[in-house]
């Protein structure tokens, strides 16, 4: 394999901007040095141009098969934030392909309807023939027109579940959206994702993220979770393959209705699934829901459209009476534990059960929209990794009609402390949770820095969210490589210094150079191991 040398290069190494420092060369898969200027002859020459050169992105908490099978399926995730651009789409997709028994796919916003709700009767003027279900962004929630009800025989006398809730209109009849855990009553009655289905979303779900520059990442569920069958095989398959380049850690999912007994199962699976370029160390625990419809796990109830106090403060999805057994028990096992915690009650049971565990399994919480005061300190005096999702931290309509008049002015103005939990010494790692938001790690950086959406029409793009919780952006990108690549336990990448994995991504340009502009930056090229796969 003959050595790169990279001429021309403004390089962030994954912790600081040094600017152009001469010759960055890689030989054997790995960077060799900075700033030299020998080369061997045969090296291949790349001219970087005074572009910026920077680590491979690592994805902390991201979805890829289930957003490779979107992809593939009846995708809304790129359309316009609307109703009738929605249901021309699903109407098309659906008269497309008559040979489906289920019309199936995701991607919709809730801010594309009165309420964030949108209806089976809507659904039912362009899926009138068969049945039809689309998880919405976050993968919380679930349209579905009057068959989809039918065939799972949800009706008005059908219970909620304890773990989530049917929508339903004033005389009690479902009215086409299931939250959470309701979900699983359609789930488990549409055809499921066979393994080459999941193989092909995989596949589609590499090749999206490395065209972002994502060149590793954790999959936050591996295992059978909503409708889908465990797709730790799909990823052993990968791995032995070779079809799979990226290097990933699977969190494998932690069944919330079942306890202890689990555990050797786990285990178990860490066995079997790790293989090459895929490791099964993580475990994921969705301790609650989101704030959006009500079930993220709150200190104080939240608040009805008029701002007073209603009886509802969310779901804790574990019990916080057992979560701390459970936890000492994953981390016994040398387990990392991987948390969603969303709600600032659902954060602050994450951190009560990592009381006392080993910080080298760099265990973490992800999400983190409202984080109590009280226990922003927590994350440095723990030494819990705080996993943000930078992209929801502006004015967008989801967060303007949905969710600040619920949570009120004081909790509003709190919400993804990102500033706060740096300046108090948490460590932060940085991910996107594709498909509920684009995994293009430079729209989520330029969110961190600016606290507004690069491009986005209205506040979300113009009006800075909370302005004081900004990153700088040394620090935003170091969160999305040098910090991703460390919580996945890749010691050696994420950076771009002598001896490290030569993960590379080069930039049409540099941001350091055009900070308003940071979101509107594209990946030229890159790198794994040192050999140009894009």
Not at 395 to 413: K, S
Not at 453 to 469: H, I, V
Request: net charge negative; aromatic share 6%.
């Amino acid at each position: 394999m003959p050595d790169t040398v990279f001429t021309h290069a403004r390089i962030f190494d994954g912790f600081r901007y040094l600017g152009e420092v001469g010759d960055v060369l890689v030989r054997d898969g790995r960077v060799v040095s900075l700033g030299g200027s020998d080369r061997t002859p045969g090296a291949e020459v790349v001219d970087c141009g005074g572009t910026l050169l920077l680590p491979g992105f690592t994805d902390a908490h991201v979805h890829p098969v289930q957003g490779g099978l979107e992809r593939l399926t009846c995708d809304l995730s790129d359309l316009p934030i609307d109703r009738a651009a929605y249901l021309a789409h699903v109407g098309a997709y659906a008269a497309a392909h008559p040979d489906l028994a289920w019309v199936q796919g995701g991607g919709w916003a809730m801010a594309a309807f009165p309420g964030g709700l949108p209806t089976a009767a809507d659904l039912d003027t362009v899926v009138v023939d068969r049945p039809a279900a689309l998880v919405n962004r976050d993968h919380h929630g679930m349209w579905v027109n009057t068959r989809a009800l039918a065939a799972a025989g949800i009706t008005r006398d059908t219970p909620d579940p304890a773990d989530g809730r049917i929508e339903r209109d004033p005389a009690g009849e479902p009215t086409g959206v299931l939250h959470e855990g309701a979900m699983d009553l359609v789930l488990s009655v549409m055809p499921v994702a066979g393994p080459d289905e999941l193989y092909a979303g995989l596949l589609e779900g590499q090749r999206h993220l490395l065209s972002m520059g994502v060149t590793g990442w954790q999959d936050a569920i591996v295992g059978a979770y909503a409708g889908m069958q465990d797709t730790g095989p799909t990823y052993r398959r990968a791995a032995e393959n070779g079809d799979l380049v990226a290097s990933v850690v699977g969190a494998l999912w932690w069944e919330r209705e079942r306890g202890l007994e689990q555990l050797p199962e786990l285990v178990e699976k860490r066995e079997a699934y790790s293989h090459g370029r895929f490791r099964a160390t993580s475990v994921k625990i969705m301790q609650d829901g989101v704030a959006e419809n009500g079930t993220a796990a709150l200190v104080e109830p939240y608040l009805d459209r008029c701002g007073h106090a209603t009886s509802n403060s969310g779901l804790s999805f574990v019990s916080p009476a057992v979560l701390p057994d459970i936890v000492a028990a994953l981390d016994a096992e040398g387990f990392q534990v991987h948390f969603h915690g969303l709600g600032d009650r659902g954060v602050r049971e994450a951190l009560d059960a990592l009381v006392g565990t080993e910080p080298l399994r760099r265990h973490q919480v992800a999400h983190l929209q409202l984080v109590h005061p009280d226990d922003v300190p927590r994350f440095a005096e723990l030494q819990v990794v705080a996993n943000i999702q930078a992209l929801w931290a502006c004015y967008d309509e989801q967060m303007v009609d949905l969710t600040i008049p619920f949570l009120g002015e004081e909790r509003a103005a709190r919400q993804y402390p990102f500033g706060d939990l740096r300046r108090a010494g948490a460590r932060l790692v940085a991910g996107s949770d594709w498909p509920v938001s684009t995994p293009n790690p430079l729209e989520a950086v330029h969110v961190a820095v600016h606290r507004m959406a690069y491009g986005e029409p209205g506040p979300a793009g113009s009006e800075p969210f909370l302005p004081d919780q900004a990153l700088s952006l040394e620090v935003a990108l170091a969160a999305y490589t040098s910090g991703s690549a460390w919580v996945c336990h890749r010691d050696d990448a994420g950076m771009v210094k002598p001896g490290a994995v030569a993960d590379l991504v080069l930039l049409d340009r540099d941001p350091f150079d055009e900070p308003d502009g940071i979101g509107a930056a594209r990946v030229e090229r890159v790198w794994i191991d040192g050999t140009g796969i894009l």
